[in-house]
């Protein structure tokens, strides 16, 4: 059976590596053209190689917290395709910190990354979108633009904000056809955990990538995983009181982990 992205044209930022590196390879097995976007030489070219079988992939050094770079990454794929069907807004960093050792320089940094790296994408993909009646645009959040874990104030501040504009978009340009979906993944195991352990529950990017794309195929608004992140966010929501114990028992957890100098990486779930 023919993929619904067979034949499509797709940019993904971030992806070079981790989430977006699966997302680009399923998608072009998927018989997608993709521009996979990253904002270093190295990682390009490394990502280059790796996907050199796929005749359909596409290279591109664009650094998403520069508004002209995400321009010129937008123009680039709509000049050699002559359209834009989606857009894969996700490039991102982490940052679990103590927000009292947070230096204005980190704040800038995530939120220029995350944020308006998100903005720029929205920004300079929509009018296309709307000139071809037709696209869909993909942010990743994160279960912390869901569920918000201490220690992650500056890393909720920018995916609480991409799921609210995810929203937002999705019921405003729906009568333009285009769709929105926002992407919450918990632990994938990638680089994001450099110099750190990859949590003991994380799934293997490729795992992500399919059920990224069977939702985007469905044009879901929410697409949260793995299961037990679906199943923590509906606990936590459905019972406010549980979840107010679950979050104070978190940040003690965080803060005790700080102080020995051991990051605690799990979820209390032995609350639940
Ligand atoms: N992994 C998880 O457990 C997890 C959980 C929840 C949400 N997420 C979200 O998923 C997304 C992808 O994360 P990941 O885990 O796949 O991370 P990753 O493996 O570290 O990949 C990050 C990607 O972003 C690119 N990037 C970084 N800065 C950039 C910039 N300024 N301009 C353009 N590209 C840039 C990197 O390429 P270069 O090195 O070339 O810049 C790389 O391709 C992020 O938004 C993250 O917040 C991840």
């Known amino acids: ?11 993904v930022t ?4 981790g989430i977006g590196y699966a997302v680009t390879e399923e998608m072009l097995k998927r018989g ?20 050199a ?6 290279f591109l050094v664009a650094d998403v917290t520069v508004a002209d770079d995400v ?10 395709s002559g359209r834009l069907d989606y857009l894969f807004n996700n490039a991102g960093i982490g940052m679990t910190h103590p927000t009292r050792y947070l230096t204005l320089d980190m704040w800038k940094k995530i939120i220029d990354l995350n944020l308006w790296g998100v903005i720029y994408g929205i920004h300079f993909a929509l ?3 709307l000139e071809q009646g037709s696209g869909h645009i993909v942010n990743t959040s994160s279960i912390a633009g869901i569920i918000a874990p201490p220690a992650q104030a500056a890393y909720c501040a920018t995916k609480y904000a991409v799921t609210g504009m995810t ?36 799934i293997p990017a490729d795992e992500a990538a399919r059920i990224i794309l069977d939702g985007v195929e469905k044009k879901e608004a929410l697409i949260i995983f793995p299961e ?32 020995r100098g051991v990051p605690y990486l799990g979820v209390p779930d032995d609350l639940l």
């Open 1 to 11: 059976m023919k993929s619904t992205f067979d034949g499509k044209i797709a940019v």
């Open 14 to 17: 971030g992806g070079t590596s």
């Open 32 to 51: 997608a053209t993709v521009y996979a976007i990253g904002s270093r030489n190295e990682s390009i070219e490394k990502a280059r190689k790796s996907l």
């Open 53 to 58: 079988a796929y005749k359909n992939s596409r």
């Open 71 to 80: 321009k010129r990454m937008i123009d680039t794929a709509v000049a050699g």
């Open 127 to 129: 009018p296309v979108m």
């Open 167 to 202: 929203e937002a978009l999705r019921y405003e340009f729906a009568a333009d056809n285009i769709a929105f979906t926002t992407v919450c993944p918990a632990n994938v195991a990638t680089a994001i955990f450099a110099g750190t352990e990859i949590p003991k529950d994380a």
């Open 228 to 259: 037990y992140a679906k199943m923590l966010y509906e606990r936590l929501s459905a019972d406010p009181a549980l979840k107010d114990r679950f979050m104070l028992e978190y940040a003690r957890r965080r803060k005790a982990g700080w102080e």
